[in-house]
């Protein structure tokens, strides 16, 4: 059993600044990659920002330079430090898990999300 919790939205004025974090916990295996993803009202998720087990980062253009995604020393924390934020960054934001298992291969689990509301 693997969960994925995050925490951390909530309501923000314009410009203002949010840091959410997301833990995985369980049976985990190895982790192969964690991502943060965004879910606004009539719009499909998209990915925000992810982070491989190299450290490598990647970057939705609309929040370059604004956002900045890291891992805790315990390798299952995720963090995603929101700066400069705009109403366009309201969504429920969601935690994601790519896991490896030995000789079974990988799976991806997903936390239940936490909303991120960015008031003008």
């Known amino acids: 059993q693997v969960q994925v919790a995050e925490s951390g939205g909530g309501l923000v004025q314009a410009g203002g600044s949010l840091r959410l974090s997301c833990a995985a916990s369980g049976s985990i295996g190895s982790i192969d990659a964690m991502g943060w993803y965004r879910q606004a009202p009539g719009k499909q998720r998209e990915l925000v920002a992810s982070?491989?087990?190299?450290?490598?980062?990647n970057y939705a253009d609309s929040v370059k330079g604004r956002f900045t995604i890291s891992r805790g020393n315990a390798k299952n924390m995720l963090y995603l430090q929101m700066d400069s934020l705009k109403p366009e960054d309201t969504a429920v934001y969601y935690c994601?898990?790519?896991?490896?298992?030995?000789?079974?291969?990988?799976?991806?689990?997903w936390g239940q999300g936490t909303q991120v509301t960015v008031s003008s």
């Open positions: 994601h898990a790519h896991l490896e298992y030995s000789y079974i291969g990988f799976y991806d689990h």
């Open positions: 982070i491989t087990r190299s450290d490598v980062t």
